[in-house]
């Protein structure tokens, strides 16, 4: 995906420190920045690669229009995004990451990771396709070699293990001996976390193809934390 910078003479001001809590805590700062309801979760639906404003809303059903707008506007006044306009024949505008936006990855994998231990979560809600692989990256509890596709409605990422590091990024992979379909995030839920193996998952509108004993063994790689007594 070829992308040029789009500029605007009518960016906003950045958020100054202080502007809120008036502390010197960069937890205080950090609040200030991406603090917002929604700013983190559109910056989860960017963190593997640029969108459009359509595709960020179709990951976020519960956002509107209008809020959506002025939370990008808001997080590119702060230089977490910046928006893109891609390379023709396409000659559309995209919202991406800047480098510093990307850094937050993994503070939001820590977030992900804490908050997962209280017995409030839900599972049962939605989840887009970058929130899944996010949740994959941060529940990572290691397996054999292999890699693979998921393609999730009409996303597609390669997914690996290599050494006990598990990598995710969008797009097709390369010598994948195995992928798993599904309309939504809820058949691979259940086939990471709900521990039911793949004819469950299967049951329930996950489609595998390729080595399924590839699959099933990746499925085991991921596990929800422990719930606080």
């Known amino acids: 995906m070829k992308l040029q910078k789009v500029t605007d003479a009518g960016q906003a001001e950045p958020v100054r420190h202080g502007r809120r809590y008036r502390d010197a805590c960069g937890a ?17 639906e960017l963190m593997f690669g640029p969108k459009r404003f359509g595709a960020i809303r179709g990951g976020l059903p519960a956002i509107s229009a209008r809020v959506l707008a002025e939370r990008l506007g808001e997080l590119e006044a702060a230089g977490v995004v910046r928006r893109e306009m891609l390379a023709p024949p396409a000659s559309v505008a995209v919202y991406a990451l800047t480098d510093w936006g990307r850094q937050a990855d993994e503070a939001m994998l820590a977030l992900c990771r804490w ?54 990024r969008s797009g097709a992979g390369e ?43 990746f499925g085991g790689c991921f596990a929800l934390p422990d719930k606080l007594a």
């Open 175 to 217: 010598a994948a001996a195995f992928r798993l379909t599904a309309a939504d995030a809820r058949p691979l839920m259940q086939l990471f976390y709900g521990k039911v193996g793949l004819a469950a998952a299967e049951a329930v509108g996950l489609a595998v193809a390729g080595d399924r004993a590839a699959a099933a063994a």
């Open 115 to 168: 908050s997962l231990q209280s017995p409030g979560h839900d599972p049962s809600l939605h989840l887009s396709s970058a929130g899944l692989m996010m949740s994959l990256r941060a529940l990572f509890r290691g397996g054999a070699d292999t890699a693979g596709e998921i393609a999730v409605g009409e996303d597609l990422f390669a997914v690996s293990v290599a050494k006990g590091v598990f990598t995710v």
């Open 28 to 44: 205080a700062f950090a609040l200030e920045l991406v603090g917002e309801r929604w700013a983190l979760l559109i910056m989860r």
